[in-house]
């Protein structure tokens, strides 16, 4: 059983468009963080959420952490073709080992021009 | 040079095989890690190691072994190989962070295809 379930699994749309992303689980966690993953390269820390209801932003993404720390969510506003790549939402579960990650099985985004 | 490397970037090898990988990293971390991804099944952890005299295991870690050789080296180790141990294996350092914002730094990965 998956403790992080991501949505959609893939999603493919224009250059210009808005998109978001879900991350839920059923667990509590103690913060929440986003990934993105290129072709033959490892996934790259893009941001931490850590206080329930936080917003944060990086550009032309938002991140949302939900109230009760059970969600998360990755909004990007007028996609570019340089968004491609694969997003992966993780965390450590409330009361686990803080270095002890679970990871969702990700979101595979394609941008085309 | 990065700062996180993992030898071999490729592998090819049978069932029944012993193989190693191996993974070095020069951000002065106490924290390594091996997980292996599969298509649509995301990153899971294999194990884990704190410190030097530190193993744990993770989700998968049966058919897996791993050694701490020094702070700064972790190795992967399949005793016998198995086909479906074909992955794409990555191993991540980390520090001790600040509360919950702790980062971990994967590098590039180590594609294993078992005959």
């Known amino acids: 059983t998956q403790l992080l379930e991501q949505s959609p699994q893939f999603l493919s749309i224009q250059e210009g468009e808005n998109l978001t992303v879900y991350c839920n689980s059923s667990?509590?966690?103690?913060?929440l963080q986003w990934y993105r993953q290129e072709p033959g390269e490892g996934p790259v820390l893009l941001v931490t959420?850590?206080?329930?209801?936080e917003v944060k932003k990086l550009k032309r993404l938002t991140f949302q952490f939900g109230d009760a720390r059970k969600d998360s969510s990755l909004h990007i506003t007028a996609a570019q073709t340089g968004d491609t790549g694969l997003y992966l939402c993780?965390?450590?579960?409330?009361?686990?080992?803080?270095?002890?990650?679970?990871f969702g099985r990700g979101t595979q985004l394609t941008v085309w021009p | 040079d990065a700062d996180v490397t993992q030898t071999p970037r490729n592998r090819i090898t049978k069932t029944g095989k012993r193989i190693m990988l191996e993974c070095s990293q020069t951000?002065?971390?106490?924290?390594m890690y091996w997980y292996r991804q599969d298509p649509g099944l995301g990153l899971r952890l294999i194990y884990y190691?704190?410190?030097?005299?530190?193993?744990n295991k993770g989700e998968i870690s049966d058919g897996y072994s791993v050694s701490r050789q020094a702070q700064a080296k972790f190795s992967l180790s399949l005793e016998s190989a198995i086909p479906n141990q074909t992955a794409l294996y990555f191993c991540?350092?980390?520090?001790?962070?600040?509360?919950?914002?702790?980062?971990?730094?994967f590098g590039p990965g180590t594609r294993l295809l078992v005959l």
């Open positions: 667990s509590v966690f103690s913060s």
């Open positions: 190691s704190f410190d030097v005299k530190d193993i």
């Open positions: 993780a965390g450590p579960r409330r009361g686990s080992t803080l270095g002890r990650l679970y």
């Open positions: 991540a350092t980390s520090t001790a962070g600040r509360g919950y914002q702790e980062t971990q730094y």
């Open positions: 959420v850590v206080t329930g209801g």
């Open positions: 951000k002065g971390h106490d924290r």
